[in-house]
């Protein structure tokens, strides 16, 4: 089993910049997947990028494409997203996922940190 905890989120005006952090614990940070989601008021959560295990492919909603960028660091055991050029679309609450890939099965979130973009 994994603990993912967020963190970085905050307040920030349209058009700057902001990164996200996700530690894991608990398990071979390595064997997972890894994603970001996001939830905004009232909409159902969905993707916003993904990152697979040895950080080789990485995939992106087109809502965030050429702004966000998704890495790791399996040493750290740290996920990051830096969100470039943010805008007030971008509010909401950023999930980490991990998604297992080596062994067996198992899927776990983190509690969430808040983004919210306005002037």
């Known amino acids: 089993q994994v603990q993912l905890v967020e963190s970085g989120g905050g307040l920030v005006q349209p058009g700057r910049s902001l990164r996200l952090s996700c530690l894991a614990s608990?398990?071979?940070?390595?064997?997972?997947?890894m994603s970001w989601y996001r939830q905004a008021p009232g909409k159902e959560r969905e993707l916003v990028a993904r990152i697979g295990n040895t950080a080789r492919t990485t995939d992106y909603a087109d809502s965030v494409k050429g702004r966000f960028t998704i890495t790791r660091d399996n040493f750290k055991n740290t996920l990051y997203l830096q969100m470039d050029s943010l805008k007030p679309e971008d509010t909401a609450v950023y999930y980490c996922?991990?998604?297992?890939?080596?062994?067996?099965?198992?899927?776990?979130w983190g509690q969430g940190t808040q983004v919210t973009v306005s002037s």
């Open positions: 996922n991990a998604f297992r890939v080596v062994g067996s099965s198992g899927e776990y």
């Open positions: 608990g398990s071979t940070f390595s064997n997972y997947a």
